[in-house]
C-alpha cells in the first residue's frame, strides 16, 4: 500500500483545511485508516481513523467537534476535514494504515504498517 497525503498549508486561526490521503492497492473500502498529527517536539499523536466497516474510531479530544473524517472509495482517498483550527494544531499530520490492525490498536502508531509522507498545517493567530 502506498500513501500520498497532500493539502496541508498555512491558515489563519478560525480557518479551514481538507487534508487528502490517496491511497493504491486493493480493498481499499476494508482497509483501517488512520489521521496521526506530530507537532515540533512532540509525539505523534492519534487524531482519529476509520476502522475495517468504514466507520469512524473516537475522536482525539482535542478536535471533537471541529474535524472531520470521510472515504471516497471511488477514488481510494480519505479526507480529513479541519474546521475552527487553532494554531495548536500545527503539525505535521499523516496517514496510515494497516490491514490487520484491529479496532483497539487504531490510535497507537506502531500498530500501522503504511504510512503518508505527512503534510505540513501552520495555523497562525
Known amino acids: 500500500v502506498q500513501l500520498q497525503a497532500s493539502g496541508g498549508g498555512l491558515v489563519q486561526a478560525g480557518g479551514s483545511l481538507r487534508l487528502s490521503c490517496a491511497a493504491s492497492g486493493r480493498t481499499f473500502s476494508r482497509l483501517p485508516m488512520g489521521w496521526f498529527r506530530q507537532a515540533p517536539g512532540k509525539e505523534r499523536e492519534f487524531v482519529v481513523g476509520?476502522?475495517?466497516?468504514?466507520?469512524?474510531?473516537s475522536y482525539a479530544d482535542f478536535v471533537k467537534g471541529r474535524f472531520t473524517i470521510s472515504r471516497d472509495n471511488a477514488k481510494n482517498t480519505v479526507y480529513l476535514q479541519m474546521n475552527s483550527l487553532k494554531p495548536e494544531d500545527t503539525a505535521v499530520y499523516y496517514c496510515?494504515?494497516?490491514?490487520?490492525?484491529?479496532?483497539?490498536?487504531?490510535?497507537?502508531?506502531?500498530?500501522?504498517?503504511?504510512w503518508g509522507q505527512g503534510t505540513l498545517v501552520t495555523v497562525s493567530s
Open positions: 476509520l476502522n475495517r466497516g468504514g466507520g469512524p474510531t
Open positions: 496510515a494504515a494497516d490491514y490487520g490492525i484491529t479496532a483497539s490498536q487504531m490510535g497507537i502508531a506502531s500498530q500501522y504498517d503504511y
